[in-house]
């Protein structure tokens, strides 16, 4: 295979213990399609990558390594890093830094599902508490006078 954005051959190569071809000169990289799940994977279970990957498809400029017929590119789950996939489900092109940032953002996604959850068991406990607190204070220390 040959690299979409050079033409320099693609090396295999592995990213994490994943299987991916390289390029040397531009040191993009070829994830076939079940390899970009995997790099999630290194970060995140199954329930922690639900959801869409492919936000916002537009057309790209990258010809697909296997089959060359213009690939697609889309906005990975919505953040602002642009990926390149073939229409045929033959793989994604992640350019130099990419897959890095794929990762970066898969621990924020299982770190802010985390903080989701125990936001919300603080909540629960707080609610669980007996009413009154700050705002009823403030009204003791306030209230009682009326303005003339
Ligand atoms: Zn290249
Ligand atoms: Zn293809």
């Known amino acids: 295979?040959?690299?979409?954005?050079?033409a320099n051959e693609l090396r295999t190569e592995a990213d994490h213990g994943i299987t991916i071809d390289r390029c040397r000169a531009c040191h993009g990289a070829w994830y076939d399609y079940d390899e970009l799940a995997e790099l999630e994977a290194t970060v995140a279970d199954e329930e922690q990558r639900l959801g869409t990957v492919?936000?916002?498809?537009?057309?790209s400029v990258l010809p697909?390594?296997?089959?060359?017929?213009?690939?697609?590119?889309?906005?990975?789950?919505?953040?602002?890093?642009?990926?390149?996939?073939?229409a045929e489900g033959h793989g994604f092109w992640l350019d130099a830094g990419?897959?890095?940032?794929?990762r970066e953002i898969m621990k924020e996604r299982v770190s802010g599902l985390r903080r989701a959850g125990s936001a919300q068991q603080a909540w629960a406990r707080a609610k669980?508490?007996?009413?009154?607190?700050?705002?009823?204070?403030?009204?003791?220390?306030?209230?009682g006078r009326p303005r003339t």
Do not use: W
Not at 54 to 59: D, I, L, N, P, T
Not at 77 to 83: G, H, I, K, S
Not at 98 to 102: F, G, H, P
């Open 64 to 86: 697909c390594p296997a089959c060359s017929q213009t690939m697609h590119a889309f906005n990975y789950r919505a953040y602002n890093l642009e990926l390149d996939a073939c």
């Open 98 to 102: 990419e897959s890095e940032r794929v």
């Open 128 to 143: 669980g508490r007996s009413g009154g607190g700050v705002i009823d204070q403030i009204k003791g220390l306030f209230g």
């Open 1 to 6: 295979m040959i690299c979409p954005r050079d």
């Open 54 to 59: 492919e936000y916002a498809k537009h057309e």
